[in-house]
């Protein structure tokens, strides 16, 4: 699969991605202050994201490995998107509502590049040791 499929694949993951986010968000910010909806709306959502990311975008078999380093994938997302959401709605003076929404198009270039070197590293090769023939030192 070339990059440029890959890259269309992760863009409508994002889109998925991004409308459970912001329904989460918006269910979220009923009854919780906007940054606290955002960050668990994120790792909601983030959950969905490593599975379409894994089986849909790079066509490869979800691992723990790849689980526990995707929030890495994440990580300059929640950066930029959670900077984005705090600039927008406080010192530019958005709507929450909509803040989320243009945070998260800033992060979408970072989080490809992170996402792709995450998702398709090579898993290690576990040392498989066999015993040395008797007399053979290693």
């Known amino acids: 699969m070339t990059v440029r499929v ?3 694949r992760f863009a409508l993951v994002g889109v998925v ?19 606290a909806a955002h960050v668990i709306a994120f ?9 379409l990311t894994s089986y849909f975008t790079y066509r490869t078999r979800p691992t723990w490995r790849k689980f526990l380093l995707f929030p890495l ?4 997302n929640f950066v930029v ?8 709605v406080d ?16 992060a979408i270039p970072i989080t ?3 996402s792709r070197t995450i998702m398709l590293r090579p898993e290690p090769e ?8 008797v007399g053979v030192r290693r």
């Open 6 to 8: 890959q890259m269309v």
């Open 17 to 35: 991605n991004t409308g459970t986010y912001y329904g989460l968000y918006l269910a979220l910010l009923t009854w919780l202050p906007y940054v």
């Open 43 to 51: 790792l909601l959502s983030m959950v969905g994201s490593f599975f």
């Open 73 to 76: 994938t994440n990580a300059a």
């Open 81 to 88: 998107t959670t900077t984005g959401v705090y600039l927008l």
């Open 91 to 106: 010192v530019l003076h958005f709507g929450s509502r909509y803040a989320p929404l243009i945070a998260a198009a800033a």
């Open 112 to 114: 490809f590049v992170v």
């Open 126 to 133: 576990r040392a498989r040791e066999e015993p040395a023939p």
